[in-house]
Structure formats: C-alpha cells, structure tokens
C-alpha cells in the first residue's frame, strides 16, 4: 500500500515565524487531507486538497500530485496552532486513509 | 448529527474483559471509518464500512476484534479478551460516500486502557 511520509517530526517556532511542513507520498493519489491533532487529541480538519493550492487565512496547502508531495503553510505562526500535523492520502487502490506520523509543532510565545 | 459523536470517551478495563466502542457519525454519510492511535504515531485503519456492510476489514489486528452497523449508521466496535497492548485511543470518521473523492471527519476519540 502507499507509504506517507512527513517532515519535519518536530518543529519549534516563535510566535510571528512562518512554517513549511512537507507530506510525501509513495503512489499516486486520489485523495489528500491535512489534519491539525489538538492537545485533546481532536483532528480537525484543515484541506482536502487531492491537487492544487488552497489558503483559508494564516494556512494554505499545496499538492504537486505529478510529484507526488503536499506542503502545509503557517504564516504567522500563533501559540493554538501548536498540536500535531497529519497528511493522509488515498491511493489509486482507493483504500481508505492512510495517515504519515505526523509533525509535532511548538509555537513558543 | 453535527458531527462525529464517539462514546465513551474514556474506558479502563482490566485485562481479559469485553468491551464495546460506541460511534455515531454525521447524519447522511454513507461511508464509517475506525482507527486506533497509539501515543506518538499516527491513526492506523481498522475497518471501514460502506452502509451495513464491512467494505474493508484488512486493518483488524486479530479475531478479538469485531465491528458491526447493523442499520447503515452508528457503530460499534467490540474488543474480545482484552490485552494490555489494545491500549489506545479509538478513532471513528464518516464521510458522505466511501473513497476516494470525499472528505472523511473524526470523532474525539475514545481512550482505552486496558490494567
């Protein structure tokens, strides 16, 4: 099945900086999503973005699907968005879900 | 629903005890989803079902663990003989149509620990 991988696995910024994390992704995809994993352990929603760009505020994502990798945006960074990451995809097998370890991000004030 | 109500949200159960994970998902969708997440790592599917019927079952560990919908909406996931390695947190997600063009949604979760 497809492997997904994230990087960084951890990150620390300071309030205002801006941030890239990386999803890559062994196989050609049919669906791609981006979760956000809050302290309490809820996975919010944040794109679901099988190709292209979209922004909604302070995040934007990119899937490059031909190159098979997403990159998740955190402009100005703010102390709630820290939690952990996660990029999921589906393959062309369309199998559900299959989640990368995630990135642990640390907004420092 | 709203969303994806999972109960309970806590268990602790001692080893070799049966129990029962509840999820109701978003009214309307089709398609439900379970997955456990050990601390540190990301959620691992279990099975997935595509009204009441069980599309895929490929991610249960082992027989001890069984899951039904009987009437195409809320499930129950059901753990048999519980071991000290099903301690976890239990994810449930639903989305209108099966995969893959369609956004799956979580639940809270639900924290088993097995003593």
């Known amino acids: 099945g497809i492997q997904v991988e994230q990087s960084p696995p951890d990150l620390i910024l300071q309030e205002g900086a801006n941030s890239t994390l990386r999803c890559n992704f062994s196989?050609?995809?049919?669906?791609l999503q981006w979760f956000h994993q809050n302290p309490w352990g809820q996975l919010i929603n944040l794109f679901y973005?099988?190709?292209g760009t979209k922004q909604n505020g302070r995040l934007s994502a990119t899937t490059v699907a031909t190159e098979r990798y997403s990159l998740l945006y955190i402009s100005s960074s703010q102390t709630t968005d820290s939690g952990v990451y996660f990029c999921?995809?589906?393959?062309?097998?369309?199998?559900?879900?299959?989640f990368g370890k995630g990135t642990r991000l640390s907004v420092i004030a | 629903g709203a969303g994806v109500s999972q109960t309970p949200s806590n268990k602790v159960t001692e080893k070799g005890k049966y129990v029962e994970l509840r999820c109701d998902p978003i009214?309307?969708?089709?398609?439900l989803y379970w997955y456990r997440q050990s601390l540190g790592q990301g959620p691992e599917f279990l099975i997935y079902?595509?009204?009441?019927?069980?599309?895929?079952d490929s991610g249960l560990p082992n027989d001890r663990f069984f899951a039904v919908r009987p009437e195409g909406s809320v499930s129950t996931l059901k753990i048999q003989r519980t071991e000290r390695g099903d301690s976890a947190v239990y994810l449930c997600?639903?989305?209108?149509?099966?995969?893959?063009?369609?956004?799956?949604?979580f639940g809270q979760g639900t924290r088993l620990t097995v003593v």
């Open positions: 999921a995809a589906v393959d062309s097998g369309n199998t559900p879900l299959v």
């Open positions: 997600a639903s989305s209108a149509r099966g995969p893959p063009n369609t956004e799956a949604f």
């Open positions: 973005i099988p190709s």
């Open positions: 009214s309307g969708h089709t398609a």
């Open positions: 196989d050609s995809v049919n669906n």
């Open positions: 079902f595509q009204g009441t019927g069980a599309a895929d």
